[in-house]
């Protein structure tokens, strides 16, 4: 079992920054490959972005690539999302979660899930 702890969401004007920390406890860390989504409200969960195990490979989704940047930190067992430039259609829940076999855009391919940090971005 992986557990996942996510913090750092809140409110932010549009343009402004956010950084959002998922912290893992359980199994080994760097056994998993991290990913973020984020689901807005009566939308589906969406992907954001991945990060290999080793932090050597990220990817973005083109909504937010460039803004938006993932790092980890294995001896911490935490992975981030630093958010800029935000905006108001970034508002939403969003989720890291860990998968065991690959990377990956599909929800479905990752194991565990944490509970959830609420972004809003105010016009």
């Known amino acids: 079992q992986v557990q996942l702890v996510e913090s750092g969401g809140g409110l932010v004007q549009t343009g402004g920054s956010l950084r959002l920390s998922c912290a893992a406890s359980g199994r080994t860390f760097s056994d998993y490959h991290m990913g973020w989504f984020r689901q807005a409200t009566g939308k589906e969960r969406e992907f954001v972005g991945w990060i290999n195990w080793s932090g050597e490979y990220t990817f973005y989704a083109e909504s937010v690539e460039g803004r938006f940047t993932i790092s980890r930190d294995n001896a911490k067992n935490t992975v981030c999302l630093q958010m800029n430039s935000l905006k108001p259609e970034d508002t939403a829940v969003y989720y890291c979660?860990?998968?065991?076999?690959?990377?990956?855009?599909?929800?479905?391919?990752?194991?565990?899930w944490g509970q959830g940090t609420q972004v809003t971005v105010s016009s």
């Open positions: 979660a860990a998968a065991a076999s690959m990377p990956a855009t599909e929800a479905r391919l990752y194991d565990y």
